[in-house]
């Protein structure tokens, strides 16, 4: 158990509509990640949190927010959803906001997108 | 900028024969390189990390991994594979010299282990 908790652990829902996923990271940890796993991209970086900072964004789309809110939990949401957006997301955190910390991942929210 | 290979999307091995997973990085800075493992249904769990101390990196479980620059190489070994050894391995990279921890993921090499 990495101590990075996610919710829900499952996600079905239409195309169009709106999820949110919830992730709380490792206690004492600041830093907070968001990755997708999909067969077709395998794993990609999507945004970094930092205090409640956004610290760095990567192959994230127009249609997906995220925050940190002041007790460090994160959220990602998804809109407008398409059949593509099927895929594990993870959430990872790390004491500090540097590459050479470890990041620990929680288990995943598959999302179903049908 | 960062990307890695890893070079087999499928190892099989025999129980307690040697593990040899490979990985090659690109990284335009000092990179930190990292390898995680995923067992079915489950999250990514570190096994062992290179940020520039010594260049053969021990991890949990008896994995090991030997960081070369010469040949942008961070191949992942074990000396004897246990059947709980079966399970997804993912070569990673980040930017060291960047303030930001950012992970490149490669596609993953699927160990399957034999009894």
């Known amino acids: 158990d990495s101590g990075v908790t996610q919710t829900p652990k499952h996600l079905i829902t239409a195309t169009g509509q709106r999820v949110t996923l919830r992730c709380s990271p490792r206690?004492?940890?600041?830093?907070v990640y968001w990755y997708q796993q999909s067969l077709d991209q395998g794993l990609q970086f999507l945004i970094q949190?930092?205090?409640?900072?956004?610290?760095a964004k990567g192959n994230i789309l127009e249609r997906f927010s995220a925050q940190q809110f002041p007790d460090l939990h994160s959220e990602l949401n998804l809109s407008s959803l398409e059949l593509g957006d099927s895929a594990l997301y993870f959430c990872?955190?790390?004491?500090?906001?540097?590459?050479?910390?470890?990041?620990?991942f929680g288990p995943g929210t598959r999302l179903t997108v049908l | 900028a960062q990307s890695v290979t890893q070079l087999d999307s499928h190892v099989s091995v025999s129980e307690g024969t040697p593990v040899l997973l490979r990985c090659n990085y690109s990284?335009?800075?000092?990179?930190?390189l990292f390898w995680y493992v995923q067992h079915p249904n489950k999250g990514l769990q570190l096994l062992l990390k290179?940020?520039?101390?010594?260049?053969l990196v021990k991890g949990i479980n008896g994995f090991e991994a030997e960081f070369k620059k010469s040949e942008t190489s961070f191949h992942l070994t074990k000396p004897s594979a246990h059947m709980s050894d079966a399970a997804e391995y993912f070569c990673?990279?980040?930017?060291?010299?960047?303030?930001?921890?950012?992970?490149?993921f490669g596609r993953g090499t699927q160990l399957t282990v034999w009894p």
């Open positions: 290179y940020t520039s101390a010594a260049t």
């Open positions: 990673v990279v980040s930017d060291r010299g960047s303030t930001l921890g950012r992970l490149y």
């Open positions: 990872a955190s790390s004491v500090d906001q540097h590459s050479t910390d470890t990041q620990y």
């Open positions: 949190y930092y205090n409640g900072e956004e610290r």
């Open positions: 206690s004492g940890d600041l830093s």
């Open positions: 990284s335009s800075y000092s990179p930190s």
